[in-house]
């Protein structure tokens, strides 16, 4: 598929508009514990489409209930790790927790991803986006933490920087796990 843009904005972009919106949706009673993982799910399957390789519409509801599963999964051991013997409320502990639940989250969005997208490596796909995953969930905890209890600006805008900040992050991996057949030139 020919496109002036580059995959890795698209998919950035795209990551970046869904945790905006994620963000915003978390102020909404119950909605923060299903719209990030659709909207989410909405942006991969958008910049797939438009970047990579058209998608049926089919697989365009994949991406979105595996991103969605994938949420729910990374709230599930959040919550599970949270609960393990010597865990406090610190904000180490608590990073260390949303790490563990970023990369699960993160690994259902992979897997996903290798089911829709043919052209991926799967050994690159399953460690990078996984890894992103991981690390980002950290950085998604501590800095909503650390708005929330050290700024004045508190919510929305911790969640809105949180979510922004994973969803670009992971988003903006995919492109790079690309096998090297489909990135060359024909």
């Known amino acids: 598929m020919s496109n002036a843009q580059s995959p890795i904005i698209v998919f950035s972009v795209a990551g970046l ?27 991969l399957s958008y910049a797939t489409h438009t970047s990579l390789t058209p998608l049926s519409s089919g697989q365009r509801a994949t991406l979105i209930v595996a991103s969605t599963g994938g949420y729910f999964t990374a709230i599930t051991v959040m919550h599970l790790s949270m609960k393990l013997p010597g865990f406090d409320n610190s904000s180490l502990f608590s990073s260390c927790a949303a790490a563990v639940a970023g990369g699960f989250g993160a690994l259902v969005v992979a897997g996903a991803l290798l089911f829709v997208i043919l052209d991926l490596s799967i050994v690159t796909t399953l460690f990078v986006v996984t890894f992103v995953g991981a690390v980002f969930g950290s950085a998604f905890m501590f800095c ?22 994973w969803q670009a992050s992971v988003a903006s991996v995919v492109p790079f796990c690309r096998s090297r057949l489909a990135q060359t030139p024909t």
Do not use: K, Q
């Open 17 to 43: 508009c869904s945790g905006l919106c994620s963000g915003l949706s978390c102020g909404l009673p119950l909605t923060g514990l299903i719209i990030p993982g659709i909207l989410f799910g909405t942006a």
């Open 144 to 165: 909503g933490m650390y708005m929330r209890d050290f700024t004045s600006i508190g919510r929305p805008f911790h969640d809105i920087v949180s979510f922004s900040l």
